[in-house]
């Protein structure tokens, strides 16, 4: 997944904590049988209706003394806390009058921000067994979202499902609650059902909802739902580049990379793509669908807009696109640059191998003998690109001389041995044509000297005679026979 999808169990955890601790405090816990036993209270302190749920005279005043206290603006939770801890400490109260206490005493201490005595006095309540069934049911959302502030999120998840079982009327929220609470603690697919869930009661669907989703999608491995989910998102919030991301992501994973490319294009065309890392990998992706040419002039104009960074990898990216797309004359500048601040000597045989390409032939040896004098992979492939530039130049020799260094070589012996055949193949046959035009004229010059010999004196002037050439030529030929009678004279005597 794209990086804010990898992250997303992190942020989760770093967010999950605040998130459902300010769920809790801003839900409006249940007091409706606290609210109902002081108005009771109000006007009959003595008894109640109903067989053993009654509050004695004494007990009801100091209830409508606490709840007044709670009441004030602001709230006096401590003298609410004092009255009822007297009360408390009373040892004749009944099961009833301790349960509409404790339930007082958690608002109370909810209000001074002790949520774990709130837990406490709640549960307290519940377990006096003098609640009916529907006052407990009211208070235990409230257990299990508190318990989830804590981050005892299993727990408090088993509330509220146990809440929901038990004829519990949920919203979206509290779904979304439960949810993120098993996320917690890797129950995913626990968690799934709740966030479906919230997801189809929110009216309108928010951000959250689709967050928690896509999150869960993705831990579970359902890249058709999750990918369905993205699009939906998009289509309300076409702006939100982080989920064009995300689908363009879910499209690379599905083998679909050119559906990705698309999504890219859309977004560069949006002005989403601002990022150094963005526009390079958008430059690439021309670049592999054999557009290299488009990769390259965007990247060519963020780095001059200054989004991309010229620096020697990104030139050198550059100047391989340009490179790709056989515009050798735009990749020259670009190595150029690149190869004075890198450290080896990699881009200056790129740039030597642009020049060749160019036909700047004295300019590719010279770039190829700095990269060797820099150092790099392969020399030997250099040497050969040297010496096919002094071929090139019309530099036989040298090209030989370089040709069998890169003999040395294993990986460039074949292509260099080719190329010094073909040379000496050359060097042999100039020196048959030299050798044969040398015969040519000895024979003409023997001609003469044969002409001169039948006539005589009787000849004509200027005919007959022996150009200056010809007798250098029959003087040379005379010492050359005459060398090599004596060699093979002194070879039989010895």
Known sequence: MLRSLSNARLNLGRG??????????TTVFSVDTAQAQRAGASRDKDKQQTKGRVLSTAVGEKIVAAQEALAAEP?????????????????????????????????ANYGKGNVRGTISDWEHAINTGALNPGEVNALKPNIGQLYISQEQYAK????????????GKANDR???????????VDQYRKALGHAEAAFRMAHPVKKKHFNMLNFLYHELKMPGKQAALLEKEVSIWPDDKRVWKAIASLKQQANKSREAFEINKIMYL?????????????????SYYEVPYRGASILEREMNAGRVEKNRKNLQALANMWRQAREYDRAIP???????????????KQLGESYYAEGQYAKAEDAL??????????PGNAYVLIANSLYERHKPIAALKEFKRAEQYPYSKKAASGWVRFINGEFEVARKQKEFKAQVKLDECKNQLDRKKRM??????????????CQTILKNEEERVAKKKAERRKKKSS
Do not use: C
């Not at 009255?83 to 009944?94: C, E, F, Y």
């Not at 670009?334 to 200056?348: M, P, Q």
């Open 334 to 348: 670009v190595l150029t640059e690149a190869a004075a601040i890198s450290a080896d000597g990699k881009i200056y």
């Open 156 to 167: 408090g998840a088993g509330i509220l499902e146990d809440w929901l079982r038990n004829g």
């Open 456 to 469: 005589g004196a009787e000849f004509l002037e200027g005919v007959g005679e022996i150009s200056a050439e």
């Open 369 to 378: 003998r700095k990269a060797l004098a820099k150092g790099i992979k392969k």
């Open 174 to 184: 509290i779904h979304l609650m439960i949810a993120s609470a098993w996320s917690q």
């Open 16 to 25: 999950v904590a605040l998130f459902l601790l300010a769920f809790a405090f």
């Open 75 to 107: 709230p006096n939770n401590t003298l609410a806390l004092s009255i009822l801890d007297q009360l408390l400490a009373k040892p004749k109260l009944t099961p009833y009058e301790r349960a509409v206490i404790y339930q007082i005493h958690g608002q």
């Open 270 to 286: 949006n002005g989403m793509l601002t990022k150094s890392n963005e526009l390079l990998a958008l430059a690439r992706y021309y």
